[in-house]
């Protein structure tokens, strides 16, 4: 989500309500400021006192300036700071690239080495009452991979036995899922949410089906199919079906 704001709020309440903790260190002019797990929250301030913030876990991107400032722009400075921000927006996407590739390969590295054996024994399986298929285990943990159209692994999510779901931090996952089946042997597809939901939906109808794990992902999943398989009809798959 990005976002161009004027704010009559400080930028430590701007954070709060975007449910970003303050950062422990000084946001300087230049360079990004970078704080919490894996530095998923950056901030760089601009001319002007603008500063430029988000999270790349909840996909956030914002700009936010002091509201003594908002209507004394020249239209010379208003155009520097479209600039600084788009410079910034960019430097900032390079370096999120950047760290999702390393967690595509930590993801592939811990795919490789999960085990498919007795995944049917995992308590979240036999409490969903319904099979694993090609889905393995990491220790106690059920470990689901996503993929991107063409098929390349960038992330993990995993299932607890209490049914806890994590993804990995900071990876990739928006146009990202699982898929149950071909994609090229049905002209119907069912897209849903959760895997326990594709997979009871793919073991009632032998449909292919898609998961894109929640609903914020649901239209950007449906957008890269429907270019891919332009022929194919796509319907949002309930766990009745």
Request: proline letters at 4%.
């Amino acid at each position: 989500m990005n976002d161009n704001q004027s704010n009559n709020i400080t930028f430590e309440e701007t954070l709060h309500r975007c449910s970003i903790p303050s950062p422990n260190k000084p946001i300087v002019e230049g360079s990004f400021t970078r704080w919490g797990h894996e530095g998923r929250y950056f901030a760089i301030q601009l001319t002007n006192g603008c500063i430029y913030f988000g999270d790349w876990v909840q996909g956030i991107s914002k700009s936010w300036f002091p509201h003594t400032q908002n209507q004394h722009f020249s239209k010379h400075e208003l155009e520097r700071q479209v600039l600084e921000f788009r410079k910034a927006q960019e430097r900032e996407r390079v370096e999120q690239q950047q760290f999702q590739e390393k967690i595509a390969v930590i993801a592939l590295e811990r795919w490789n080495k999960a085990l498919s054996n007795h995944v049917q024994q995992h308590p979240y399986i036999i409490r969903k009452a319904i099979q694993p298929f090609s889905i393995r285990l990491e220790g106690s943990n059920l470990l689901i991979p996503l993929y991107d159209v063409i098929g390349k692994l960038w992330t993990l999510q995993t299932i607890d036995s209490q049914g806890n779901k994590r993804f990995m931090l900071g990876g990739k996952k928006k146009a990202c899922f699982h898929q149950l089946g071909s994609l090229k042997e049905s002209n119907l597809l069912y897209v849903c949410e959760g895997f326990a939901t594709g997979a009871s939906i793919h073991m009632a109808t032998g449909i292919p089906t898609i998961i894109a794990f929640d609903a914020y992902s649901l239209d950007p999943v449906i957008e890269v199919i429907k270019s891919a398989y332009p022929e194919k009809t796509i319907e949002i798959g309930r766990a009745h079906v």
